[in-house]
C-alpha cells in the first residue's frame, strides 16, 4: 500500500518490515510513530515497541545521512539487475552511505530512551525510568512537556534542587513557555515554603501568557498560601478583565471566585456574589449550547444557594444530553430544595427507570420521599405519612441491595424503621447484616443494641452493648458517652436488671450533667413504675422538670409517681397536662390516664382511655385485658375499681 509518499511492506513469514520510503516519508514516518508513543502513549508490548524504535532509528539513519540538497541519484534499472546481491547478515558494520551523523545519533539514542523510559514507569521502575527520560533531556533540555515530567517525579522522590534545576534549564531554552514558571511557583511554594521567588515564577507565567487561567489560578494559590487573601482576590479580578472568547476561561474563573469566598465565609458580601455570577453568565454567553458550560454553571449556582437559577441551567443540560443521569440527580436535589417534592420524585422515578442499576437515585429517592412524609406528619396526616416513610425504607434498602458498602445508609435506615416505622425487626435484620458487612464498627453494634431493645429481646440487648463497649475499647473508635450510657442503662431496665439500671442512669448524669434530664426522669420513672424508692425517684422527677418544665413525657413521670404514691386527683391532672403537651399520641400516658380514671370508679372513661392506648399499640396483651375486664364490668353495671392489670 501506498504510505507517506512510499511503499511499506510487511512479511508474514518472518516479522521483518521493508521500507521502500521517499525521504520526505521517512521524515513523517519518524515523526509520526513518535508521536503516537510519546503523545497517545498507546499501550504495546515491549516487542512491539521495539519494532517501532527500530523502524524509528532506521528513519533516522537513512534521513541523516545525507543532506535533503544533495541528490541521490537511481542507477538504471538494468544496472540494478545487474548488481551482485549483498548478504546482510554478514556485515558487521552499516554501509557508509547508511551511517548516522553524530546528531542523528543522539536523536536517535535520544528516542529509544524515551520508550525504555515508558516501559520502566509502566513495571514501576521510577528510577531507571527517571535516569532514562534525563538521558533524553541533555538531548533536548527544551522540550517543556517532557521536562515538567522530569521535574514531577524529581518532586514526588523529594529532589527539589534537581527538579528545579531542570525546569530552569527548560526557562533558558524556551523563555516564552509558561509551563516550567507554574511549575517552579508550585514547587518553591508547596515544598520550600518560599512564597516571594514562587510569586514571581507565577507572576510571570501570567505574564507569558495572559489569557490562559492557569496563571492566575497559581498566583492566586500562592498567594492564599502566602495568607495574603486580599492578593489573591485581586490576581482573580485582574484575570476577570481579560478579554478572551473561551468558556473554560470564565467557568474556571468562576470556580476560582467561588472557592476564594467560601474560605471568606463572614467577609464575603453580596455584590462578591454578584461579581461571581457575572463571570458565569459571560460563560454561558458565550456557549450557550455547551453542555459542559452549562453544567459548570449549574453546580456553581447551587452551591452558593442560587438553586433558581440552577434548575433551567441543569434542565438545558438534559435537553442536549438526555442521558445524564448525573443532571438528572442534580436537578431532582435542587427541587427538593426548592420544596417541590413531587417533581423530584418524579424526576428520580424517571432515573431508576433508565438507570435500575445505580444504587444513588434510590438513595435520594429515599430522603426525598422522607422529607414528604415529615411534612405530612406536621400536618397530622399519620397515615399518609406512615406510607410514606414505608416508601423512604423500601428505597434505602433497595440502594444498599445495588452497593451494601454503605455503612451511614444501613444506619439511617435502621433508624428510619426505629423511629418511625416502628418495625423493630425488621431493623435488628438490616443492623445484622450490616454489621456482617462492617464486623469493626462499633456505632452499628450499638444500634444493633438499641434495636433488640425495642424488639423485646432484652437479654440480648444488654449482651450487645457490652460488645460495642468492647469493640469501641479495641478499635479506638469513640461511641461511649452519656448517650450512650442512658440508651444501655434503658436495656437493662427492660431486662429487669434494675440496680444495673439505676447504676447506667448514674454514669449518664456524671458523664453530661448539663443535658441529664431524660436520665433522671428515666431513673425517676423506673423506681416509681416498681413502686420502689419513691422518695428518690420524686427528687428525679422534679430535676428533670426543672429543666424542662412543659415535657410531656415528665409530666407523665410524675402522674405516674402520685398514682403510686395514692394521690388520684393529683395524678389525673398531671396525665392529662402530659397528654396535652405531647406532639404525638403516646400509649403508655393513655394507660396510666385508663389506670387513673379505674381508681377514681370512673370504669367509662378508663375504657376510653385504655382502647385508645390499645388501638396505639395492639400488641399489648395487658391492655386487651384490661380492655376486656372493663367492658365485662360495664355489661354488667358493675364499677370497675379493682386494681388495675399492670
Same mark, same amino acid.
Given at each position: ?47 512491539? @515497541? ?19 540538497? *544533495? ?6 534499472? %538494468? ?8 548478504? #546482510? ?49 541533555? &538531548? ?28 530552569? #534549564?527548560?526557562?533558558? &531554552? ?47 494559590? &500562592? /498567594?492564599?498560601?502566602?495568607? =495574603? ?11 476577570? &478583565? ?9 467557568? /474556571? ?36 449550547? =455547551? ?65 435500575? !442499576? ?16 415529615? %411534612? ?31 455503612? =451511614? ?23 445484622? !447484616? ?36 468492647? !469493640? ?10 452519656? @448517650? ?8 437493662? *431496665? ?15 448524669? *456524671? ?18 413504675? /416498681?413502686?420502689?424508692?419513691?422518695? !428518690?425517684?420524686? =427528687? ?70 385504655? /382502647? ?35
Amino acid at each position: 500500500m501506498s504510505v507517506l509518499g512510499g511503499e511499506i511492506g510487511v512479511n508474514l513469514f518472518s516479522d521483518t518490515y521493508y521500507f521502500t520510503l521517499g525521504r520526505d516519508g521517512l521524515r513523517l514516518l519518524c515523526v509520526a510513530v513518535t508521536m503516537r508513543c510519546m503523545r497517545r502513549r498507546l499501550r504495546l508490548s515491549r516487542r512491539s @515497541r521495539w519494532w517501532i524504535t527500530g523502524g524509528c532509528c532506521l528513519c533516522l539513519s537513512v534521513a541523516a545521512a545525507r543532506p535533503s540538497e *544533495e541528490p541521490r541519484p537511481s542507477p538504471p534499472r %538494468a544496472a540494478r539487475a545487474n548488481l551482485p546481491r549483498q548478504d #546482510d547478515s554478514l556485515m558487521l558494520q552499516a554501509p557508509k552511505d547508511l551511517a548516522l551523523r553524530p546528531d542523528g545519533e543522539h536523536k536517535a539514542r535520544a528516542m529509544v530512551d524515551y520508550i525504555r523510559a515508558l516501559d520502566l514507569q509502566d513495571e514501576g521502575e521510577t528510577q531507571k525510568a527517571l535516569e532514562a527520560f534525563e538521558r533524553v533531556l541533555n &538531548v533536548d533540555p527544551g522540550e517543556i512537556y517532557l521536562a515538567t515530567r522530569v521535574a514531577f517525579l524529581l518532586t514526588q522522590q523529594g529532589d527539589y534542587p534537581r527538579a528545579i534545576d531542570i525546569l530552569k #534549564d527548560a526557562v533558558k &531554552v524556551q523563555p516564552k513557555e509558561a509551563g516550567p514558571y507554574l511549575q517552579l511557583a508550585y514547587i518553591y511554594a508547596k515544598y520550600l515554603k518560599k512564597m516571594a521567588p514562587a510569586i514571581r515564577y507565577a507572576e510571570e507565567a501570567v505574564k507569558l501568557a495572559p489569557d490562559e487561567i492557569e496563571g492566575y489560578q497559581r498566583l492566586a494559590e &500562592v /498567594q492564599l498560601a502566602a495568607r =495574603d487573601r486580599k492578593a489573591a482576590l485581586h490576581t482573580l479580578d485582574r484575570a476577570a &478583565v481579560v478579554e478572551t472568547n473561551v468558556p473554560a476561561f470564565w467557568t /474556571q474563573l468562576g470556580k476560582l471566585y467561588l472557592a476564594l469566598l467560601n474560605q471568606l465565609e463572614k467577609n464575603s458580601k453580596p455584590a462578591d456574589l454578584q461579581k461571581v455570577n457575572a463571570v458565569f453568565l459571560k460563560a454561558l454567553a458565550l456557549a450557550p449550547s =455547551d453542555a459542559s458550560v452549562l453544567s459548570d454553571a449549574a453546580d456553581y449556582f447551587a452551591a452558593s444557594q442560587q438553586v433558581q437559577e440552577a434548575i433551567p441551567l441543569y434542565l438545558r443540560v438534559l435537553e442536549l444530553q438526555p442521558n445524564d443521569s448525573n443532571a438528572r440527580e442534580k436537578l431532582a436535589t435542587g427541587f427538593m430544595l426548592t420544596n417541590q417534592r413531587g417533581k423530584a420524585i418524579a424526576m428520580l422515578q424517571e432515573i431508576i427507570q433508565q438507570h435500575p !442499576e445505580k444504587y444513588q437515585p434510590y438513595e435520594l429517592l429515599g430522603r426525598v420521599l422522607e422529607e414528604d412524609a415529615k %411534612a405530612l406528619a406536621k400536618a397530622k396526616k399519620m397515615a399518609e405519612a406512615k406510607a410514606e416513610y414505608a416508601k423512604a425504607a423500601a428505597n434505602f434498602e433497595q440502594s444498599l441491595l445495588i452497593n451494601s458498602a454503605q455503612p =451511614d445508609n444501613y444506619v439511617h435506615l435502621a433508624e428510619l424503621l426505629l423511629t418511625r416505622l416502628r418495625d423493630n425487626e425488621r431493623a435488628v435484620r438490616v443492623l445484622r !447484616e450490616a454489621r456482617r458487612h462492617f464486623p469493626n464498627a462499633p456505632q452499628i453494634t450499638y444500634l444493633l443494641a438499641i434495636a433488640l431493645r425495642e424488639a423485646g429481646e432484652a437479654q440480648r440487648a444488654v449482651a450487645t452493648f457490652e460488645e460495642a463497649l468492647h !469493640e469501641s475499647e479495641t478499635n479506638g473508635q469513640e461511641i461511649v458517652n452519656a @448517650r450512650f450510657f442512658f440508651e444501655y442503662g434503658a436495656a437493662a *431496665e427492660r431486662a429487669g436488671l434494675y440496680d444495673k439500671a439505676a447504676e447506667l442512669f448514674k454514669r449518664a448524669i *456524671e458523664v453530661d450533667p448539663a443535658e441529664a434530664a431524660q436520665a433522671y426522669n428515666y431513673l425517676g420513672f423506673m423506681w416509681a413504675d /416498681q413502686n420502689m424508692h419513691l422518695d !428518690e425517684a420524686e =427528687d428525679y422527677i422534679q430535676r428533670a422538670l426543672a429543666a424542662d418544665p412543659e415535657n410531656g413525657a415528665y409530666l407523665d413521670s410524675l402522674g405516674w409517681l402520685h398514682y403510686r404514691q395514692g394521690s388520684y386527683e393529683q395524678a389525673l391532672a398531671e396525665l392529662l397536662k402530659a397528654v396535652a403537651a405531647l406532639k404525638e399520641e403516646d400509649s403508655t400516658v393513655f394507660d396510666h390516664i385508663g389506670d387513673t380514671y379505674s381508681k377514681l370508679n370512673q370504669t367509662d372513661k378508663a375504657l376510653e382511655y385504655w /382502647q385508645k392506648a390499645l388501638a396505639l399499640d395492639q400488641g399489648n396483651k395487658k391492655l386487651a385485658a384490661k380492655v376486656t375486664d372493663a367492658k365485662t364490668r360495664l355489661s354488667k353495671g358493675e364499677p370497675a375499681g379493682a386494681t388495675p392489670i399492670k
